[in-house]
């Protein structure tokens, strides 16, 4: 560079160019802001639709509308022998009861079918609460109460105003409307808390079809799921960060493991059906099964989470440990483990949430059965939240589908609790430091 | 660093004379390095070390960046082991046992002798932890209030005991740049090791921190035998007894530090200490 092309620059003129310069710098400044501050509100109204569909469609599924009847608990019905033999008990009709007492309240209703229509007020869940009743106490036996009980998902639906507007109704429902307008008249209606949604295993009535079967599901599997994934992921890269050697296998598992990151997760869901159900004999439906499959889905996120959150504890602290004769397995627990935490949490948020939210590799190993009982073991028949809402959301009856969207709000706030002991544990390391 | 020494290498400057000038022999020897080597893959960064490190002296390891000398240190404690690629031969003994060998646990080695980094490195724990974690893994401590006494006169030894007294709770990284370095010893004389290395120690230190720091080897001359490398010749000569001067991975010129700066042997060594290059 020859000294003629290098000229001094007077202070004035640097002055010039860098003003010159300077709208175009700040407007690129401005218009970055400006999308990032876009994209942030376009994912906020996503985010606002998203919980005013739901929480809309939902919030009405955590009441139910109850009617007051005066049953008389008819010995002849309940117990005609009289010796209060809980099996007796047990097998009586107490449909009869609620019957006869609609009966009396509309005196007017001959038809066949209008009796029919009448028959069908209520349903499944106003026998058993009756049969709880007088199993509980028999010495209702014989007496006349004032009793609030559930109506049928129909007329329930229609209280609430979800089967459309009047115009829309046909003849059967119209004469359950008047009916309800005469009960609501009598102060014979009220909606209360629908406990059974939250108590229930599932159910083909939607009536009595709760949400907790999914729920003890969705823990059972999860608690396997976190058990094993958590453990061997972290334990898997520790091993290969800190104390692998460098080589041709290692990168080949490095390699292998980033792929089975990227596989879909029906595919691990064969594997299971394969390998738990197929080869093992494991039970299927069960939470084990769906754990296990879980944790292989699991595994990878955590182990690149955890490999990362290891690499970016600064050397400094590894040579001050090493330097002062701490073995290399003090070295990681003692000192890299708890600076790594925080990251490897990230990453346990992440695949643990996708655990629950999954559903693909569950239905092929059967946890998409019709299940009644809640499970109690982790061999039991079980399905989980994913699954649940996606057999809700493909049936019939109306009153599933405010069911599906309050079984959605039950997975986020699942999932949010989840997130905030994860969230929780983060910052208590994050503090420490 | 390692760059610059390999461009540095490549240069065919000052190839002529590479044995070692003065005395790298001692009377009282506590290590005893013969024909040491280190290979980073294929590159030969220190290359046939002799030298012997005397019972509690101070010696000081000086040259321009890159020549290898902060290698050699960690040779002494095994430090290398952690860099993968990197191949150490040769014979170096402590008090008559070898310790380069493939069948030599670094661990005691490690507790015998300790290391001070260039940067402060306290661990991310309170003041009393940083001191107390090596009695505690290596068991120095029978009960709590032994292992109080280590951590109060590692500290006091350190010259930080007044300092920080108030405050052990604390983290560590809470400290100054100067403090931090002072309970990284701290840290090392807890475990009551028979040398320290320290490699650069006040590298990143004020003059008022570096003036306490180089006090504070004078003191500890007296119980430990250190190894110092330095940037600063000023401070090699006033903390050493001995000076070894090394360039482009070989020991040039060794022996009494008053003798290496006032009268040189070998021209290279003349040049850097009268600041021609480095």
Known sequence: MSDSSHQPLSRGHTHDIVMAGLAKRRSAEKRFRLFGLASIVAGLIFLLVLFVSIIGNGYSAFTYSNVALDITFDQAVIDPEGHRNPGTLAAADYDTLWKASLEKLFPDVTGRQQKRALNAFMGFSADKRLKDMVIGDPSLIGTTKTIWLPVDDTIDMLIKGKLGKEEELNERHLLDQAWIKTLQDQNRIRSSFNREFFTNGDSREPEAAGIWGAVTGSALTLLITIGLSLPIGIAAAIYLEEFAPRNRWTDLIEVNINNLAAVPSIVFGLLGLAVFINFFGLPRSSPLVGGLVLTLMTLPVIIIAARSALKSVPPSVREAALGIGASPVQMVFDHVLPLAVPGIMTGAIIGTARALGESAPLLMIGMVAFIVDIPKTFTSAATVLPVQIYLWADSPERAFNERTSAAIMVLLAFLMIMNGFAVYVRRRYERRW | ?278
């Open chain 2, 1 to 278: 660093m390692t760059k610059l020494e390999n461009s540095t290498m490549e240069r065919p400057f000052h190839r002529e004379h590479r044995s070692t000038v003065g005395t790298f022999t001692s009377d009282n020897p506590r290590i005893v390095c013969r024909s040491v080597d280190v290979y980073y893959g294929e590159k030969h960064a220190v290359q046939n070390i002799n030298i012997d490190v005397g019972r509690h002296q101070v010696i000081a390891l000086i040259g321009p960046s890159g020549c290898g000398k902060s290698t050699f240190l960690r040779c002494l404690n095994r430090m290398n082991d952690t860099i993968p690629d990197c191949r150490v031969t040769g014979d170096i003994s402590m008090d008559g046992i070898a310790i380069n060998g493939p069948e030599v646990d670094v661990v005691p080695l490690r507790a015998q002798v300790g290391m001070v980094f260039q940067k402060p490195n306290p661990f991310p724990k309170s003041i009393f932890e940083n001191v107390a974690y090596g009695p505690r893994i290596h068991g120095l401590a029978s009960n709590p209030s032994d292992l109080e006494e280590i951590v109060e006169n590692s500290l006091r030894r350190a010259g930080l005991w007044e300092e920080v007294k108030d405050r052990l709770p604390q983290p560590g990284t809470g400290l100054s740049g100067g403090q931090q370095q002072r309970l990284c010893i701290a840290r090392t004389i807890a475990v009551n090791p028979e040398v320290i290395l320290m490699d650069e120690p006040c590298s990143a230190l004020d003059p008022i921190a570096t003036a306490k720091i180089e006090q504070l080897i004078d003191e500890l001359r007296a119980l430990y035998t250190i190894v110092i490398v330095t940037h600063s010749m000023q401070q090699a000569a006033r903390v050493s007894q001995r000076t070894a001067f090394f360039h482009l991975g070989h020991l040039i010129e060794v022996g009494e530090t008053a003798q290496v700066f006032t009268n040189p042997q070998h021209q290279l060594t003349e040049e850097y200490i009268t600041g021609r290059f480095g």
